[in-house]
């Protein structure tokens, strides 16, 4: 991999993503704390706070208190002019489209389920036909990009999913057909739906201030988003994070890709309904059914052996990676959270290495189905304001 040119302009770029961050997470600050934190030049910080004032980045917002002499202006991230899109695909057909500030504010948010699954460019089309309908409620509004997390093995840098076993697509240029559907200039960013949930946790989640994380998203799909010393790992072909789809289980049922004995097919929520001998008819009512049927015995058993297989493979996780936290995310967290989580954790008491276990967080994502949308904000945020110098 070659190493980008450190010119005075990557430099400024680099800097200004620092500052910029840097007013993110404390969410208000002074020129004088930016100087002091970083150690610029009182011109440097000067150039940079123009800079992003006048790419509507931030705006100046108050005074800060202090008892003697002129009170700094304060600087905060602009929460107006300035959207990002976020589309999220699953599994099975449904569909997500919201529009977020860069606050991470959700201002509106629609879903639907696609009517065709192929051929794709028909799909692709339909969720474009929503992209424009959300967009065009924002006239007049700069849209930094489009967010998309898809399920399946993605090609981030090229915008393919390249196999998508629930789908049955292989080998589609989800980014460019989105692209010619929607006819606008800004990043159209496509990653891993899991991928998207864990540097939702990284921006707007549990993971901020974690450098070696796992993100288990648990829902009608098992998935890992592994982020190893700060930075999101992908793997060979960006196949990384494919747990569901491990056959750890003798004689287990046909998985949707094919092989049997899959995770996926003990634990997600399409499994869950199938051995209930019930059709499965989206997240919300696999997770309503399964809360209100939760007294019966039958299905509180199978529930614990789901919770006891994905403690199982938190356990080989802990064991080959040694994050310093874990965090569950999708619709089985949803059902009975303090339940789920303290099954995972006594599997993890019990089969990793004891070090590791005693001092692993384990906990669940503080996302709600409505605020997932936020998965697809932070691929774009990623994009715009990643600190990584080797691209």
Known sequence: MMMTPLTSSRMNDIHKKMVFRYIWEKEQISRTQIRTYFGFSKSTVSGIIRDLIEQGLIVENGQEDVPLGRKPELLTVNPHGLVILSVLLKDLGDVEVAVIDLKGTILSRESFTLLVKEPPQ????????????????????????????????????????????HFGWKGVPIGSILRAGVGQEFPILVDNRTTAATLGEMWFGGGKNSRNLICINCGEAIGAGIVIEGKIYRGFLDGVGEIGHIPLIPNGNLCFCGKTGCIESMVSLPALMKKMGRKYTGEDDTTRILRNEIGKPSIKEMLLEAYSTLGEMTAIL????????????????????????YSVQQKVYEKALEPLARNIQLELSRFHQETEALWGAALVMENLFSLEIIR
């Open 122 to 165: 028909a799909a692709v089309e339909e969720i474009a036909w929503f992209v424009n309908a959300a967009l065009a409620k924002y006239p007049n509004t700069t849209c930094l990009g489009i967010g998309l997390g898809a399920p399946g093995i993605v090609n981030h840098r090229l915008g393919i999913i390249e196999y998508s076993a």
């Open 318 to 341: 802990t064991n080959i990676l040694a994050p310093e936290k874990i965090i569950f995310a999708g619709g089985l967290t949803r059902i009975e959270p303090k339940e789920m989580l």
